[in-house]
C-alpha cells in the first residue's frame, strides 16, 4: 500500500533553517511529480512546493520562494524540503502530497487534488 512518512520537524529560531523529508513506498515514485502542503492551526491547508517527476522542474508559492528548495532522489524513493530563513508564519503542519494522476503536477493545497498525503511533521518557527 501506499505510505509517505514525514520527517525533519520541530522547533527552531527565526532566520534558522530545517529540512524535511518523506520516504514514499508502495508506489513507483519516480513516475510521479510530488508536493508539499502546510496547514497552520485554525488555517486550511497551503500548497508549498511542487515537484516534477524527474526533479528537473520546481514550482513554489510565492509565500516561500527563494526560501525554501524542493528536490528529489528518485534512486531513494525520497522527496526534501529545505526550508531557510524560517519565519514564524511558516509554522505549521507540513505533508507530502502524491496526486492521482502520474505526470500531473498539482499546485492546490485542496485535499481533493492528491490520493495520498503522508501523516505530517511539525514546524515550529519562534524564538
Known amino acids: 500500500q501506499v505510505q509517505l512518512v514525514e520527517s525533519g520537524g520541530g522547533l527552531v529560531q527565526p532566520g534558522g533553517s530545517l529540512r524535511l523529508s518523506c520516504a514514499a513506498s508502495g508506489f513507483r515514485f519516480n513516475i510521479y511529480a510530488m508536493s508539499w502542503v502546510r496547514q497552520a492551526p485554525g488555517k486550511g491547508p497551503e500548497w508549498v512546493s511542487s515537484?516534477?517527476?524527474?526533479?528537473?522542474?520546481?514550482t513554489y508559492a510565492d509565500s516561500v520562494k527563494g526560501r525554501f528548495t524542493i528536490s528529489r532522489d528518485n534512486a531513494k524513493n525520497t522527496l526534501s524540503l529545505q526550508m531557510n530563513n524560517l519565519k514564524p508564519e511558516d509554522t505549521a503542519v507540513y505533508f507530502c502530497a502524491k496526486p492521482y494522476q502520474w505526470g500531473q503536477v498539482v499546485t492546490t493545497g485542496a485535499r481533493r487534488s492528491y490520493d495520498y498525503w503522508g501523516q505530517g511533521t511539525q514546524v515550529t518557527v519562534s524564538s
Open positions: 515537484i516534477n517527476s524527474g526533479g528537473t522542474s520546481t
